[in-house]
């Protein structure tokens, strides 16, 4: 099982700012099969992020992704309102399908 | 628009039965793979199972094999999650989620909106 251990667990940012996300895998995401969801209080998670570093239908410019191997980071270039929220990682290239434990981007 | 609808969830003592239901539409549902994926209360997510669109595979994370059974009626565009000797951390939400293609190694989007089950005495 590919274990995903992602970092900081929280990330305390003011709006206009820019947030750093990363997941570390415990051996290589196959194909670079790793994305990003964002999960609202209260809401389900949505996707953000496939393949590494295409952006889903919607998702503003301001998030990117990166990385390869064992090392992926999330980008947001500058905090809006509505980017507070806990982020996941999801690697989908080896079952099981794993998850991070999430970081949460709270307003500073 | 694709549309993702849970339901069934519930209080159900330790070592009972629940099955959990996910309705589809606005997609072909047998042309994509679908999952189960759940959150503990104040947690992170766990993937719990997928189905290839046929039905014809299903895979399962360690801690529900041989106590849930993922399946799905083509005809009725609906996924379900039979889970039997349910345990206390087992309490989660519940999600249903798209997978990408037909045969699971996709990402997963969109997700319902989830079905809380409560294991407890």
């Known amino acids: 099982e590919i274990v995903l251990t992602q970092s900081p667990g929280t990330l305390s940012l003011s709006p206009g700012e820019r947030a750093t996300l990363s997941c570390r895998a415990s051996?290589?995401?196959?194909?670079?099969?790793l994305a990003w969801y964002q999960q609202i209080p209260g809401q389900a998670p949505s996707l953000l992020i496939y393949g590494t570093s295409s952006r889903a239908t919607g998702i503003p410019d301001r998030f990117s992704g990166s990385g390869s191997g064992t090392d992926f980071t999330l980008t947001i270039s500058r905090l809006e309102p509505e980017d507070f929220a806990v982020y996941y990682c999801q690697q989908y290239g080896s079952s099981p399908w794993t998850f991070g434990q999430g970081t949460k981007v709270e307003i500073k | 628009e694709v549309q993702l609808l849970e339901s069934g969830g519930g209080l159900v003592q330790p070592g009972g039965s629940l099955r959990l239901s996910c309705a589809a539409s606005g997609f072909t549902f047998s042309n994509y793979a679908m999952n189960w994926v759940r959150q503990a209360p104040g947690k992170g997510l766990e993937w719990v199972s997928g189905?290839?669109?046929?039905?014809?595979?299903?895979y399962y994370a360690d801690s529900v094999k041989g106590r849930f059974t993922v399946s799905r009626d083509n005809s009725k565009n609906t996924l379900y999650l039979q889970m039997s000797s349910l345990r206390d951390e087992d309490t989660a939400i519940y999600y249903c989620?798209?997978?990408?293609?037909?045969?699971?190694?996709?990402?997963?989007?969109?997700w319902g909106q989830g079905t809380l089950v409560t294991v407890s005495s």
């Open positions: 989620a798209k997978d990408r293609y037909s045969n699971l190694y996709g990402w997963f989007d969109p």
């Open positions: 189905i290839s669109g046929s039905g014809g595979s299903t």
């Open positions: 051996q290589s995401v196959s194909s670079s099969y």
